[in-house]
């Protein structure tokens, strides 16, 4: 087991890389320094590792073990996995302290990380199935006769993933690559940014020391990455966080281009937050919006690729904003976060400092400084000059349409500019000048204007909150990436994707477009498909156990005549008196021909003649999918039903006691012309023999 860092400097060690299965120590190292005191606490090198031999190790022995799990069980190792790393969060906190960080940034950073492996577990078990590939989409007639059909799958690539992380976030960085990339079954090798690669490696020896991951499923380099882009081939995948300028630089390597290796690119970009021409000081809006600027500009120092970089704002409310900035920013105690009353710590490392400092010289040619001054900021419980600490600055852009510095240069902490526009077309103008962003944000109370909004730089950003006082309570913030949505954006901002629920699954998978009859292409996928050949025998379906049905077992109904004395009971019972099911005169003024049965009518009559009323192994209708009434019924016409076994998942046993499983039905209902009537989904419980 690895021990995490000293974070006091009084120990310094090598850090560890985890190669092969083994933990290995590397030659020719960085010093790596606490971000407060300027203390050396660590040192970094990958010097002595292999990277064809960890790209071989995972091809051969992750991937295979990866591959041989279905996405329920991945997910299950992710939930489990979660659960380890949460019980250990505050030794994470500990070490984050050398970041900068303070306790909020540090659970941005490393709680949402691990809500991140949550996250994913439990979407890998409620979006895909329980089986190690993904069937995606309907089924694809491509014949007359429907006996040539086809359908998508997707399956895990079968090489390694390697995730390229920044330095800002070492936590979620790292974990927010891994869950999809796990879950779709795909071996990763981590290489964080060496500057805080420390807090890296100690979550990262607890991944180890958890054993849930099968061996091979992940490596560590805390070091430089040498030639290790150069071992891939066209079944890896690159995931790469950082600057604009590294991911030109690393996606033009020949071996990227000449084998085609997937590359996705997550970079710093000139994000902007506009307060809307409807707002007044007064107006909540207003207020909500000094507070996420302020807060984006302090949280980590700045040092996030979402903060907000360009401000937009009525140009009759730039003075306001300014000073309302000023009074809310000049509260923002600068120091180390372990003394009670700081918000704002140090940049994570020194060589930060001058990198932001060339940046805000290149801005100031272009704009004026409005609040803060440049130099050493006043800090407690630290010495700035030891540390990498950076003073807060806000500029103010007079002429934001001429003048480019601010639209095309980023200083990476806290730095901003405030932009006025005298209209909303020139606010869509100013907020598209950034050639492509991670993240836009607009404060109104006006939907017409948020509309407008969006539509004009929905184009050029990756994600866009549109805040107001109904958000207040529950928005998570212009910065916070979630896994639900994409995080990514056009251009400067790397023109790629992350995270996206499923989407970030599937791009670690192939997708393959299959053809074929209907039951050959059904009995590769598990999953019955129209057309293709049935079983079926005399014991009714719901009497038997989950194990004891096959995909394709069918049950054919008797037939029931639909009358009229049902329709008027059905509408009394349900309340449902709609003009078409009253009487034919009423029905022929809409598109009916006369008097027509209820839709839901026609569903409850088909599940009565279906459902076996005596107890046995179904315990519950869990639910109804793709319900379609594709022809009306008329009293006097007759309908019967087919069910068909379309898909099964086990689930785990849950609290009561009782193995289940969720078999899918798809379900069909015929005229007396053999024609249908409605087609759909259900869903039920059924007990399970194993436990």
Known sequence: MITPIDPSGRAPRALYSFAEGAWVQGGARTPLHHAVTGETIAEAGSGGLDFARMVRYARIVGGPALRALTFHQRARMLKALAQHLMARVESYHVVSAATGATRRDGWVDIEGGIGTLFAYASRGRREFPDEPFHVEGPTERLSKNGTFVGRHICVPLEGVAVHINAFNFPVWGMLEKLAPTLLAGVPAIVKPATATSYLTEAVFADIIASGVLPAGSVQLICGSAGDLLDQLDEQCAVAFTGSARTALQLRQRPSILQRNVRFNAEADSLNFSMLGPDATPASEEFALFIREVATEMTSKAGQKCTAIRRTL???????????????????????????????????????????????????????????????????????????????????????????????????????????????????????????????????????????????????????????????????????????????????????????????????????????????????????????????????????????????????????????????????????????????????????????????????????????????????????????????????????????????????????????????????????????????????????????
């Open 313 to 691: 704002v009525p140009a009759a409310l730039v003075e306001e904003v300014g000073a309302a900035l000023a009074a809310r920013l000049e509260s923002v105690v600068i120091g180390d976060p372990a003394v009670d009353g700081v918000r704002m710590g140090p940049l994570a490392a020194r060589a930060q400092v001058g990198e932001v400092q060339r940046a805000v010289d290149a801005i100031a040619q272009d704009a004026e400084l409005v609040y803060g001054e440049v130099g050493l900021p006043d800090v407690i419980g630290a010495d700035a000059a030891r540390g990498a600490f950076y003073p807060i600055l806000l500029f103010a852009s007079r002429d934001p349409i001429r003048r480019t510095a601010p639209h095309d240069i980023e200083a990476f902490g806290p730095v901003n500019t405030l932009m006025p526009y005298t209209s909303v077309d020139e606010a869509i103008a100013l907020a598209r000048r950034g050639r492509g962003s991670l993240v836009g944000s607009v404060f109104t109370a006006d939907d017409a204007v948020a509309r407008v909004v969006t539509l004009g730089v929905a184009a050029h950003h990756g994600r866009l909150m549109l805040a107001n006082r109904h958000t207040a309570k529950e928005s998570t913030g212009h910065g916070s990436p979630l896994p639900h949505l994409v995080h990514g954006g056009p251009g400067r901002a790397g023109g790629g994707e992350e995270m996206g629920g499923a989407r970030g699954v599937l791009h670690y998978m192939q997708r393959t477009a299959l053809q074929g009859s209907p039951t050959t292409l059904s009995r590769v996928t598990h999953e019955y498909m129209p057309g293709a050949e049935t079983t079926g025998d005399a014991v009714h379906p719901f009497r038997k156990h989950f194990e004891e049905l096959g995909i394709g077992e069918t049950y054919h109904t008797t037939s029931r005549i639909v009358t009229d004395a049902d329709v008027d009971r059905f509408a009394d019972l349900s309340g449902d008196h709609f003009y078409a099911h009253q009487s034919d005169e009423m029905a022929r003024q809409g598109v009916f021909e006369r008097k027509v049965a209820h839709g839901y009518f026609v569903l409850a009559a088909s599940a009565g003649l279906f459902v076996d009323p005596a107890p046995g192994p179904v315990l519950a209708n869990y639910g109804l999918e793709g319900l379609r009434f594709v022809r009306p019924v008329y009293p006097g016409d007759t309908i019967r039903a087919r069910l068909t076994c379309k898909q099964k998942t086990a689930r785990e046993t849950p609290a009561d006691g009782i193995p289940q499983g969720v078999v899918q039905w798809d379900v069909e209902v015929r005229n007396q012309d053999d024609a249908p009537v409605a087609v759909y989904t259900i869903l039920t419980l059924v007990r399970r023999l194993a436990s």
